[in-house]
């Protein structure tokens, strides 16, 4: 009993068959070629593959007209389309697309599932806000991952990141990039005034040796030497985490900032701006109070005046957005 609709579309199609002419053995379509793979069951996970290119060959397995591997040498395009289900039990399941110039997908004999689908060259990932492209990728269906390898950049609505190595986990809606991480937000305020940092509209930068995103949650981890900064303002830690929903960012071992913007009160009620250098194991920011705490062995700098202390906390001037 078969599991799946399998349907090959094209100008032109030759096939082969297997010794004893029941069973297709290969078929080449060329001019609008699209193999269709359609679930018999719509099940919470189910999906409708569509693999398209000008130009591309089917092997099938020796039996069933089971689908073994699909091979496209140039434009291919690779589209997950979630199938609806009465309970829409994961409502969280968008279209996914993969394409690249030469593409090479395995599905599994029982079911005709995707086991693997690798893009070599130009190679770019969509799942709706989330997008990315690199020299190669390759999705794996056991891990729900798609691997992208040569010069990958990640971007969505939020930020956009570069690394040696980025990680695209379909089922949890995380993202992992490892090796010279450079984040780009596009403004603070994209950041939902996670970083405590002056200028609503000028960019937030971020690097580190590797980072987690969480896409859905707009949060994200840096971890091994990370580092936030606009303009001369930073704050440093060896793991620094951004909030976009929570507000906050925190930065953890051998934490860091610096502060030029900070005003401070003078004689005669005027003020001043006198730049504040901090150190502690953590620095915390709280944006829904501009409040910066700094926890354990703490030394804070402003000007001559130096403050040693297990903890202490600063508010941002109200005009520091």
């Known amino acids: 009993e078969k599991n799946a609709e ?30 269709t793979v359609t679930p018999l069951v719509a099940t919470p996970k189910a999906e409708v593959k569509k693999l398209r290119a ?32 009465e309970t829409q039990q994961d409502k969280k399941r968008v279209k996914r697309v993969l394409t690249g110039h030469k593409m090479t997908a395995t599905f599994e004999a029982t079911g005709q599932e995707v086991v693997e689908v690798i893009v070599d060259g130009s ?26 390898r040569g010069k990958p950049q990640l971007w969505d609505n939020v930020a956009r990141t570069d690394a040696q190595e980025i ?41 580190s040796d590797r980072a987690t995103f969480r896409h859905r ?39 860091q900032s610096a502060i030029y ?3 401070r009160e003078v004689e005669s009620g005027k003020k001043e701006i006198v730049p504040v250098f901090g150190a502690a194991e953590q620095i915390h920011y709280f944006d829904n109070n501009r409040l910066v705490r700094y926890t354990n062995k703490v030394k804070i700098r402003q000007g001559t005046d130096q403050i040693d202390s297990v903890k202490a906390e600063a508010t941002l001037d109200e005009n520091y957005k």
């Open 261 to 263: 913007n900070f005003e």
């Open 54 to 85: 000008p130009k591309f060959v089917a092997d099938f397995y020796e039996s069933g007209n089971d689908i073994k591997t699909f091979l496209a040498e140039t434009n291919a395009i690779a589209e997950f389309t979630p199938m609806p289900t």
């Open 217 to 255: 949650e707009s949060a994200a981890k840096y971890e091994g030497n990370a580092r936030a900064w606009q303009d001369d303002n930073f704050v440093r830690g060896d793991v620094l985490e951004l909030d976009n929903g929570e507000r906050t960012m925190i930065a953890t071992g051998n934490a």
């Open 6 to 35: 399998r349907v090959i579309e094209a100008d032109e199609a030759n096939v082969i068959y297997h010794p004893g002419g029941k069973y297709l053995a290969q078929a080449e379509a060329s001019g609008n070629a699209v193999l």
């Open 167 to 207: 990680d695209a986990n379909i089922e949890s809606g995380e993202s992992l990039a490892r090796g010279r991480v450079r984040t780009t937000y596009y403004s603070k305020e994209t950041t939902n005034g996670a970083a405590p940092f002056k200028k609503n509209n000028a960019p937030v930068f971020v690097s």
């Open 123 to 148: 190679a770019k990932f969509d799942e709706g806000e989330r997008h990315a492209t690199a020299a190669k990728a390759n999705y794996l269906a056991a891990t729900s991952m798609t691997l992208l």
